[in-house]
Structure formats: structure tokens, C-alpha cells
């Protein structure tokens, strides 16, 4: 009978935790999930779930991902991007309550979410139409499971979060038993199957990146332009001191952030290259802040509140900063060439687009637009390159006289098609163009 009392005198000292980390937690990411518009990845889920099942699984046969997020969203329902988006949602804020209700990891846990809510990865894709969330929730999950020392029990939600995303694969590694990871590894079996066989091909624009630490893992980073508003370098400097110096007194939960990112390290360097900037944070970003909320409860009062202030108020500033940014972005180049092609090209003209304006046609028209070439329209998330003898054929094959074309600049079918018909520009932005075909040439 004396519990009941204690109980509840616990649960009204946390109340208003709770609400401090919960309220910013989440109008944060509202507030991205708002005023960010969709972006070609998530235009990319929206087409791949509104196709049946098994045309779904094929689809992801040619691209570069595994299955368990598109699955969620088919089964329920969420096919468009904002509904996919509010899922995403769900499965932040659901990392967020499965941390503060790990009593086990003490007052750090408040610190930990509230940390999670200003760390500009975990908010900038806790609400992508995209896998991210749901991957870290189970990673999430996993961690706390290790924490109460239920290690199967954290080998199967490490296996969802490979399901979810390959990120996921990475934490196999800091499962405490063995027979743990083994089993990951063997439920995970169809899963390492499907990304043999999706091709290298998917994710060869990644060559071209190189991975900085010191630019994308504090609370500042230098952002790619298209994600969020690279912060200035005396801010990411200032941001990856603190951060190292809120970690440096407890290295506990050290483990769950360094062996994934030192495995993706190597991945890269000796297998397929890993996609770093912000996205795989946003998934490293629970046991990174917990890391650090943890290290902060062995400082002194003064110099915890100081740091995780600091900490706090900078991520704020780059959120706030971020979102504002977003506001008042106007659409992509190629979702306006898209709807203009869309709005002005009559009718019973056809309309061929190639590379990733394909994609972003085909979710504005569907049916209407064609793929050139047509294998871009068996997976319209990643560019198809094709010799240009077989472009050559292709475009000898199309059965029109006349038609729009829609594509970049810069898209090597252009000139292809220029070489079969007489070409006239209808409109040309900094990225994109569209361009009638008649003829074909004498």
C-alpha cells in the first residue's frame, strides 16, 4: 500500500519533464514536416506505394532499399506524401516515449529527448516521407532493450531497423551476446539477398561524396543547401567543442554511436559507399544524444545546465533558422517544369521525360508522361544511363511525330533526341527545360 503514494509522487515530479522535452520535441518537427516542401526522394515512396504489392517488391528490386517502410505505409493506407510524413512523425515521437519510459537510464533520459529535439538531423528527417524514422525507432528500441539486458529482444528490433533501412545492419555489431547478433544476422538473411541483388548502379551518385565528421555531426553542420541552411563555421565549431566536451566524462553509450559510424567508415572505403550527411545522423542521433545526456549527469550542476544549454540553443537557432529558410523557398526546378508542362501542353500532345523530371512528371501527370528512356520508368528514383547507340534506337523507335519533352539541362537524351527531331524551346529554368520535338529530322 505505501507504493501507490510514491508511485504517484513520481510520476508528478516527471510531469512537468515531460512537457519541458515533449512540447519542443514535437513542435519542431511539425513545423519542418509544414513548411518543407516534398522533395524528390519522398515523391519517390509516394509512387513506389501506390503501386500493388508485388509490383512494389519488384520496383525495389532496382533500387537501393529494403522493404519494411513501404510496406507499413501500403497496409495503412499512407500514400501521399503528407501522410507518410505524419507516420514519420509518429515513429519520432515513439523513439522519444520509449526513451523517457527506460527509467533504468535515470535523469538523462529527459536530457537525451530534449537534446533529440534540437539535433537538426533527427528533426530535419524524423518527418521525411522516408525510412528514417522508422529505423530509428527501432534502433531506439534496441538500445533500451540492451539496457534492460534483453539482448534477443534488442537483436529483433535491430533486425525491424534493418528492415527499415540497411543503416540498421550496422548496430548488429553492438549486440552484448553472440547468439544475439547471429540471429540478427540469420533473420536478416532476405534481406542481405535483396540488396545483393539490387544493383550498384542505384547508388553510384554517392562516388562523388565525401564524408566530413567535423562538418555534419554537432549541432551545427554544413548542411547540404537542399536540406537545411549550412550554419557558419565559427557556430560548427563552437557546436563540435561542446559536444565533445558534454561527451568526454561517460563513454557508456559511447559504443552505439561509434562502432556504426566506424562500420559505415569502412563500408564505404571498401564496399559500397554510405550515405553520410544528415540522414544516416538521423539515425545515430538517439545513442549520440543519449551518450551525451549521460556524460552530462557526471558534470556539475552548473556546468550541465551550461553545456546542454549552449547544446540546446544553438540546435534551436539552426531549426528555427532552417524552417524559416524552408518557408519561403519556392518549389524545385523540377517539380515546376512538371506542373508548367502539365498546365500548358495541350492535351493530345504527348509528353516524354527523362532522368529525375521523369519521376516528378509522372507524380503530377502519371499515366500521361512517358519515360525516355523507358527502362527510367522501372526505377524513376535513380537515373537510367544508357549507351547513346541505344538512346539513338530508342528515339528512332518512339511512335510520335510531335511531342514535348521535359528533362535537365544538362540530361545526355537531349541531344539524342535533338539529333532525330527538329527541336524548338519552349522554356528554361537554371536546372531544367522543356523543348517540342517535331519531325523527325530529313
Request: one cysteine or more; charged letters at 15%.
Amino acid at each position: 500500500m505505501s507504493q501507490a503514494p510514491a508511485s504517484t509522487d513520481e510520476r508528478s515530479r516527471d510531469l512537468p519533464w515531460l512537457v519541458a522535452v515533449l512540447v519542443p520535441f514535437v513542435v519542431v518537427r511539425i513545423a519542418i514536416l509544414i513548411v518543407r516542401d516534398p522533395f524528390f526522394d519522398e515523391i519517390f515512396t509516394t509512387w513506389l506505394v501506390g503501386r500493388p504489392f508485388g509490383a512494389m517488391f519488384e520496383a525495389l528490386r532496382h533500387d537501393s532499399g529494403p522493404p519494411l517502410y513501404y510496406v507499413l505505409l501500403k497496409a495503412i493506407g499512407a500514400t501521399s506524401v503528407t501522410a507518410a510524413r505524419l507516420v514519420s512523425l509518429a515513429c519520432s515521437c515513439a523513439s522519444a516515449l520509449i526513451l523517457l519510459s527506460a527509467k533504468r537510464l535515470g535523469r538523462a533520459r529527459f536530457l537525451a529527448v530534449l537534446l533529440l529535439a534540437f539535433y537538426v538531423p533527427a528533426a530535419l528527417h524524423g518527418v521525411d516521407a522516408r525510412a528514417y524514422a522508422l529505423c530509428a525507432m527501432f534502433v531506439t528500441a534496441g538500445i533500451v532493450a540492451i539496457v534492460y539486458e534483453r539482448a534477443f529482444l534488442a537483436a529483433l528490433a535491430f533486425v525491424l531497423a534493418a528492415y527499415s533501412h540497411y543503416y540498421g545492419v550496422l548496430f548488429f555489431a553492438t549486440l552484448p551476446r553472440a547468439r544475439a547478433a547471429a540471429l540478427a544476422i540469420v533473420l536478416f538473411i532476405p534481406g542481405l539477398l535483396l540488396a545483393w541483388r539490387q544493383p550498384g548502379q542505384a547508388m553510384g551518385w554517392l562516388s562523388n561524396f565525401t564524408f566530413n565528421p567535423l562538418e555534419t555531426l554537432s549541432m551545427a553542420g554544413d548542411y547540404p543547401e537542399s536540406l537545411f541552411r549550412p550554419a557558419v563555421w565559427p557556430l560548427i565549431a563552437l557546436s563540435l567543442v561542446l559536444l565533445i566536451a558534454a561527451a568526454a566524462r561517460d563513454w557508456r553509450f559511447a559504443r552505439f554511436a561509434l562502432i556504426p559510424l566506424a562500420l559505415s567508415v569502412l563500408f564505404g572505403v571498401f564496399g559500397r559507399p554510405v550515405y553520410f550527411p544528415v540522414r544516416f545522423e538521423s539515425v545515430i542521433a538517439v545513442p549520440l544524444m543519449l551518450w551525451t545526456a549521460q556524460s552530462l549527469e557526471r558534470w556539475s550542476p552548473r556546468a550541465r545546465v551550461i553545456l546542454a544549454s549552449a547544446l540546446c540553443l544553438i540546435g534551436a537557432y539552426i531549426c528555427i533558422a532552417g524552417i524559416a529558410d524552408h518557408a519561403q523557398r519556392p518549389a524545385s526546378d523540377r517539380r515546376r517544369i512538371a506542373v508548367t508542362a502539365r498546365d500548358r501542353v495541350p492535351a493530345s500532345t504527348p509528353i516524354v521525360a527523362s532522368g529525375s523530371v521523369y519521376l516528378e512528371a509522372a507524380s503530377v501527370m502519371g499515366d500521361r508522361v512517358v519515360a525516355f528512356p523507358a527502362e527510367q520508368a522501372e526505377h524513376p528514383g535513380w537515373r537510367a544511363m544508357r549507351p547513346a547507340a541505344e538512346l539513338r534506337a530508342e528515339a528512332r523507335a518512339l511512335p510520335y511525330t510531335r511531342f514535348v519533352w521535359i528533362g535537365e539541362r544538362a540530361a545526355p537524351e537531349r541531344p539524342i533526341l535533338c539529333e532525330r527531331f527538329t527541336c524548338r524551346t519552349l522554356l528554361v529554368s537554371e536546372w531544367a527545360m522543356m523543348i517540342e520535338m517535331a519531325g523527325p529530322r530529313s
